[in-house]
């Protein structure tokens, strides 16, 4: 939407005519810009992946058995890692988050109530596999990271095996992302950061070994085989698809999930009487292994529980999806929650949430690439994994909408695009409280819209209104300041509400849909299932969308710049045209509206592009007035988020009521 202002003159004015405020300084705000990343042969200066662009890949085998009675999940992990830098490795770094619950961890610093800590993440054995000879290597463990000595250096383009032995007593309720919480009709877990996980080594740091404060991943993708042996009477969903229905499901369940791969509405796999009979499941005593695979992700998440209703319904996405899943194995949308959720304001609409949102995205930004996407209703985290989120079971209509979309908005930020949660949160949550606002409008007519709650525009229902506070507060950190430095006091505020504004803004007011969606879309193709930094994303915007935006990516995310207009004064002419007198005191310019009202009531809008303060910060506008206009002003429809609206507007004196 960047333009000339045609039809009208424009004229420089003295700065010492603008009153009381400091103008801004074009030099400063429009100085040349240099992003953190300089461009090399792995990232290109046109923000994607550079002709010698590499990234290591990781392979998970892993069986697991869950201990319901005595909650303890133990496991047994081969890893295969391919060693795709030009580097040789002698060491491999693991991330094991389930230290993270010990007294002794460092985010616990502060002290924690002994009976909200376990022992962590307790290994039973580290071996490297060579010529199918397994031999035990020494490791270390530092906080929530794990360094593995390999008795062979790994060349690049080489590859290497090695098993992990592990148990974990699984947190209660208090753990939040990993928990187990008791329902009337029994416990359900939620197992999340359940597993050894390999860190990211890349071309920007080396090895990515960040000790896990509560403030998210970044993970290498691979192909994931694992399976989980739980008590006979538990229902199992995880990411991926579901190997073995037939050793774990009864015909009936089968034929349902049969019939909700053809239905746009739910069918219900599970009901509360199948949870309430013992004859509801595939045997009568003993433990069951469920067996599940997901490829090309970066994570996955199971929860298992005897309480659960499981509903289902088909999703229906373009032809060309890349998923290469059989005819077998349908793709569906699914809830999974106990009793307490039936409502017909709650769970009972969950699956229809998930549906419209894998569809809404998928038509929108990028294809929805992985068999299933499945909403369980728990404890309530809010938290995602690659197809598969954690919601709340007493969430009701518009909030479990509302989280639930926002979720299933993750598959795509950062579970699809790659991006590091653990420094750059705007790149995960701020994008996809983005895509999830939009979801609100588009969903059954805008039933939800607008997104209202504590990640967007949280007061008045106006982002361009509610950021003002953020905007004007000395110690709110940038968009660009490292995940674990941002408070919880900003951390909604920053990386959800003002990086998804950001976007909206880009989107509406600076470039217009078309060229926006086009550059985002991509960005998303460019870097799916890669690891883009922020100066890959803001190359990729600026050269897609055919713009220099270095001010607007000095202003909104590397500081905290904003906008701040004024029209000092307004007078007819005699020929025709009348001079308005505005002023920049912001470093922030956003393309900004001005309307002028006439004597009539009628109005017209003319927009200001940034360009016209490239050069100066008070500029008098000649415009074609036809008729007499009486009045002035700035950003009439409160779309840009102007700090003081207080001077947005002049009224002609002598029409003053």
């Not at 199992?236 to 049969?258: F, H, Y």
Request: glycine letters at 8%; proline letters at 7%.
């Amino acid at each position: 939407m960047l333009g000339g202002t045609a039809l009208c003159a424009v004229g420089i004015l003295n700065a010492t005519s603008v009153g009381a405020k400091t103008l801004a300084d074009p030099q400063a705000i429009f100085a040349p810009f240099t992003l953190p990343d300089a461009p090399n042969m792995y990232r290109s200066g046109s923000g994607v992946p550079g002709p010698h662009y590499w990234q290591n890949r990781v392979d998970y085998s892993i069986k697991a058995r869950l201990d319901a009675g005595e909650h303890r999940l133990s496991g047994n992990e081969v890893i295969t890692y391919t060693n795709n830098s030009p580097d040789t490795l002698d060491v491999v770094w693991l991330q094991i988050e389930q230290n993270r619950y010990r007294a002794d961890s460092r985010s616990n610093i502060a002290g924690v109530l002994p009976s909200e800590t376990t022992q962590g993440m307790v290994l039973e054995g580290v071996s490297e596999m060579i010529g199918g000879v397994e031999k035990a290597q020494p490791y270390r463990v530092s906080d929530t990271r794990l360094q593995v000595k390999l008795s062979q250096a790994i060349a690049p383009h080489q590859k290497v095996s090695f098993r992990i032995q592990w148990h974990y007593t699984i947190p209660g309720t208090w753990g939040g992302r990993t928990a187990v919480s008791k329902v009337q009709d029994g416990d359900i877990f939620e197992m999340a950061q359940w597993y050894p996980r390999l860190s990211v080594y890349d071309d920007r740091r080396g090895w990515n070994t960040l000790p896990y404060l509560e403030q998210e991943f970044f993970l290498e993708y691979g192909n994931f085989d694992y399976s989980v042996t739980v008590p006979w009477n538990f229902t199992v969903v995880g990411s991926g698809a579901l190997l073995n229905p037939d050793e774990v499901l009864t015909k009936t369940e089968r034929t349902r999930l049969a019939q909700a791969s053809r239905s746009e509405k739910r069918v219900l796999i599970r009901d509360l009487h199948d949870v309430t009979n013992p004859l509801s499941h595939r045997q009568s005593g003993g433990e069951v292994t469920w067996h599940f695979a997901m490829q090309n992700t970066r994570d996955v998440s199971f929860a298992a529980s005897p309480a659960f209703l499981w509903d289902a319904e088909r999703i229906d996405l373009p032809s060309v999806s890349p998923w290469s899943g059989s005819a077998k194995q349908p793709r569906l949308a699914m809830s999974v929650y106990p009793r307490e959720g039936i409502s017909a304001h709650g769970w009972d609409r969950s699956t229809d949430y998930v549906k419209h949102a894998i569809e809404y995205f998928s038509s929108q930004w990028f294809v929805y690439p992985w068999p299933n996407a499945i909403n369980v209703g728990g404890y309530g985290a809010g938290m995602e994994y690659p197809g598969i989120v954690f919601d709340g079971m007493h969430e009701r209509d518009p909030e479990l909408f509302w989280i639930t979309t926002h979720e299933i908005g993750h598959d795509w930020f950062p579970m699809l695009v790659g991006s590091d949660e653990r420094r750059n949160a705007f790149m995960d949550e701020g994008f996809n409280t983005f895509i999830d606002a939009y979801a609100s409008e588009h969903f059954n007519h805008g039933e939800f819209a607008p997104k209202q709650d504590a990640e967007f525009s949280p007061q008045t229902g106006n982002p361009a209104r509610d950021i003002v506070p953020i905007l004007q507060d000395v110690h709110a950190p940038s968009l660009m300041m490292a995940a674990d430095d941002i408070s919880e006091k900003y951390r909604h505020s920053v990386s959800y509400f003002k990086g998804a504004y950001g976007l909206k803004l880009l989107r509406e007011q600076i470039l217009g849909p078309e060229r926006f969606d086009a550059a985002f879309r991509r960005y998303i193709a460019e870097w799916a299932y890669r690891h883009p930094s922020p100066s890959d994303f803001f190359r990729i915007m600026d050269s897609e969308a055919g713009e220099d935006l270095g001010w607007f990516w000095r202003g909104w995310y590397f500081t905290n710049a904003a906008p701040d207009y004024a029209v000092k004064s307004l007078q007819m002419q005699k020929n025709g045209h009348v001079h308005v007198e505005v002023v920049n005191y912001g470093s922030l310019p956003l393309p900004v509206h001005l309307r002028l009202k006439y004597v009539d009531g009628t109005s017209s809008d003319r927009l200001l592009p940034t360009e016209m303060w490239r050069q100066d910060s008070a500029v008098l506008l000649t415009l074609p007035a036809d008729k007499e206009v009486v009045e002035a002003t700035l950003d009439p429809d409160v779309v840009i988020p102007d700090i003081d609206r207080s001077d947005n507007t002049f009224v002609v004196p002598s029409v003053r009521p």
